[in-house]
């Protein structure tokens, strides 16, 4: 497996409050992802980094924000929780340059719910 | 952009029997194609991949996959399931110089004994 670690795996908060997701790998690869997955929609992409600081936007951002300050950490925070960003949260890397789509490896998930 | 469709948000199939999952895609460049499984309570995993050369691509677990690019399909196919091929499938692409993958929404297999 992949070595990849999504934390918290359960979170439960309430509307308005500030939640941080974290996703580390130690695999050292360039690119890492955050999908969020829920029923009918399969996964849809909330921002992606290709490199440390070096981050863009996804299908769904609006609500959600990224940094990269180290190529084994992505962090995803939610600024202010709405119940629409209860959800499955997926953590994602794959390998650079030309091969950079090729696979990706997927963490186990964080379950969130906003209350 | 890219966009995927999965035709069938449910198929149940009984056990040994043969299943098509059909996924559709639309892209204005040449595209990279996938199939992800995903286990109950797990993450994703690849199950096949069509990057170029020959439009049948087989995977892991007995599955195969044919890219019909005039068709713009690449629908999955088993010959004969198992129980423990229950899962949510999921077709995915990506442009070939892209950086991002999309999915669809996903196909649930349940495979009744």
């Known amino acids: 497996d992949a070595g990849i670690t999504q934390s918290p795996r359960h979170k439960v908060t309430e509307t308005g409050t500030p939640v941080t997701l974290r996703c580390h790998q130690t695999e050292n690869h360039r690119y890492m992802y955050w999908y969020r997955q829920d029923p009918g929609h399969g996964l849809r992409l909330i921002h992606y980094s290709y490199g440390v600081k070096d981050t863009d936007k996804g299908e769904v951002s609006d609500g959600y924000s990224v940094s990269r300050s180290k190529t084994e950490d992505f962090l995803l925070t939610l600024e202010s929780a709405t119940s629409s960003q209860t959800s499955v949260y997926f953590c994602a890397i794959s390998e650079g340059g030309q091969r950079k789509n090729e696979k990706l490896f997927f963490g186990s998930g964080t379950q969130l719910s906003v209350l | ?113």
């Open chain 2, 1 to 113: 952009a890219q966009s995927v469709t999965q035709l069938d948000s449910q198929v149940p199939v009984f056990e040994e029997a043969p299943v098509e999952l059909r996924c559709n895609y639309s892209s204005s460049v040449s595209v990279y194609l996938f199939w992800y499984v995903q286990y109950p309570n797990q993450g994703l995993q690849l199950l096949l991949k069509y990057l170029s050369g020959s439009t049948l691509v087989k995977g892991i677990n007995g599955f195969e996959a044919e890219f019909n690019k005039s068709q713009t399909s690449f629908h999955l196919r088993k010959p004969s399931v198992h129980i423990s091929d229950t899962a949510e499938y999921f077709c995915a692409v990506s442009g070939t110089s892209y950086d991002k993958v999309i999915f669809g929404p996903g196909t649930s297999l349940s495979v009744i004994p």
